[in-house]
């Protein structure tokens, strides 16, 4: 297969955690986490969830517990997940023990919006480092604490970094610094703002994310922007993109950006032109159907699907696979070489037959 590219360096030297048996910063790999969107208390329903997502290949899910039903199904839903899952906790402290007494593999806390937080931070410090269960302080724009607000007038950088550096002291009192960090916000600058001034100021891993990024074009646009610029300074060690869409296609989102980011390693990639008034074949058309005829494919593949000889020859022969159309028909390329020419109408069955040979051998070799 073809040189995909080298990695971001990262620069930043972080503490690590583990949630679960995944770790999370001191130069483990960038980890995909997303959330579900069942009641928590539906123990089928968000098993069901949860099996999707890591079919996707999510490596961590959270869960929301806003009621004391949701916190009686995590013990289930923690046992039976075959990933990490972590409680999401606003509001009552209480259920950030009942997260931990049920074996869940982290506890994401608010500290703006949980009811006497700061009273409770040496018992659940006690409890987490007890059963070895990390901590990420989640500070959101949305629900910053209302002390910071009246500081600063609004939820800027600055505020969203003093309250995450803040609740961490508070744990370093006790002894406990099994924390990761996330600082989110709607829009992508103050995000990275945060994030950046966050990382010069601590050694813990950070969780980022652009909250209520919107849907799903308008988030991804946000997220990618966001996170390529931080991941390619080395800031970030998981990420969660947030959309008004499937969490499968969170998941697509997030894996879609580490991939092009040379942060893991790409699976199928397709390269194909946009059209344009010298196609003489259906490039929109020819795409999407091999995108779908090899989704899943097990191996790294790269497929040019051009659409005129002016690119097409070109990407075609630097890509695993490729075809450069024009007059009806598609010279298929093959590891840099013409194979064949076939006509339209079979050229996604013979680069789909030819990813099966090429899956094949390396198989066997």
Known sequence: MVDLGMPVKRARVTRQVMVGDVPVGGGAPVSVQSMTTTVTADVDATLQQIAELTAAGCQIVRVAVPSQDDADALPEIARKSKIPVIADIHFQPK??????????????????????????????AKAAGEAGVPIRIGVNAGSLDPRLLQKYGKATPEALVESALWECSLFEEHGFRDIKISVKHHDPLTMISAYRQLAQRCDYPLHLGVTEAGPLMQGTIKSAVAFGVLLSEGVGE????????PPVEEVKVGIGILESLGLRQRRLEIVSCPSCGRAQVDVYRLAEEVEAGLDGFPFPLRVAVMGCVVNG????????????SGNGKGQIFVKG???RTVPESQIVETLIEEAMRLAEESDQG
């Open 238 to 245: 998981t990420i969660r993109v947030s959309l008004s869409a």
């Open 337 to 339: 070489e013409v194979v």
């Open 95 to 124: 259920y950030v023990f009942a997260a931990i007494d049920a074996g869940c593999a982290a506890v994401r806390v608010n500290p703006g919006n949980i009811k006497k937080f700061d009273d409770k931070v040496g018992e659940i």
């Open 313 to 324: 020859p070109g990407e075609a022969r630097e890509a695993d696979l490729g075809v450069a």
